[in-house]
């Protein structure tokens, strides 16, 4: 079955920079993107990219250029995103999804989630 | 981008009950509508995608409906475990956006 293990909660500092990690297994990694979702406590969702695991092409939403880069490793399926300068803005849960399209698009997997907590 | 607007933002009903949330799109989607479940904790679920289809394992009390701009998922015979926050999402363009949400609780 299609399962994103993320990696496990992080505490930082302001001003520092996290890297995040979504392992994917039971299915084929490289034929499906994988895109990257926040959502602050009580908030909704917001998409912040989505990387190509074949190509390594990827597509940011513009109010995340910049805060994060999307990475993947074929080798060990797993997709990678690193926040950077980060704020106590950016303290969130973040989700990976795998995205399927049919003309269009939507998240039918998603990761557990991570929390990263900013504070000084 | 295009902008997503759910109402209401919360609503309290009974077990057993229907309910109906709605999704405005800020243009037309053209039927790539999307609606997850979220409960406290919890990864979002997905629901229905393209408007009207039901994902597998989904509950038929589930449905939904909508076109160009206008979108609906209605729950009927409200069971326990649907006591959830849902979300819309537009499936259409990037940046995929999101509705701000609508909390059901048990009233």
């Known amino acids: 079955q299609v399962q994103l293990q993320q990696s496990g909660a992080e505490l930082t500092k302001p001003g520092s920079s996290v890297k995040i990690s979504c392992k994917a297994s039971?299915?084929?990694?490289?034929?499906?993107?994988i895109s990257w979702i926040k959502q602050r406590p009580g908030q909704a969702l917001e998409w912040i990219g989505a990387?190509?695991?074949?190509?390594?092409?990827?597509g940011y939403n513009e109010k995340f250029k910049g805060k994060a880069t999307l990475t993947v490793d074929k080798s060990s399926s797993t997709a990678f995103m690193q926040l950077s300068s980060l704020t106590p803005e950016d303290t969130a849960v973040y989700y990976c999804?795998?995205?399927?399209?049919?003309?269009?698009?939507?998240?039918?997997?998603w990761g557990q989630g991570t929390l990263v907590t900013v504070s000084s | 981008d295009i902008q997503m607007t759910q109402s209401p933002t919360s609503l309290a009903a009974s077990v057993g009950e229907s309910v109906t949330i709605t999704c405005l799109a800020s243009?037309?989607?053209?039927?790539?509508l999307v609606w997850y479940q979220q409960k406290p904790g919890k990864s979002p679920q997905l629901l229905i995608y393209?408007?009207?289809i039901l994902e597998d394992g989904i509950p038929s009390r589930f449905s939904g409906s909508g076109s160009d701009t206008q979108y609906s998922l209605k729950i009927n015979s409200l069971q326990p475990e649907d006591f959830a926050s849902y979300y819309c999402?537009?499936?259409?363009?990037?940046?995929?956006?999101f509705g701000g949400g609508t909390k059901l609780e048990l009233k």
């Open positions: 393209g408007a009207t």
């Open positions: 999804a795998r995205v399927d399209y049919g003309g269009y698009s939507w998240f039918a997997y």
């Open positions: 999402q537009n499936g259409l363009s990037t940046p995929w956006t």
């Open positions: 990387i190509n695991p074949g190509s390594g092409g990827t």
């Open positions: 243009e037309d989607i053209y039927g790539s």
């Open positions: 039971g299915y084929t990694f490289t034929s499906y993107d």
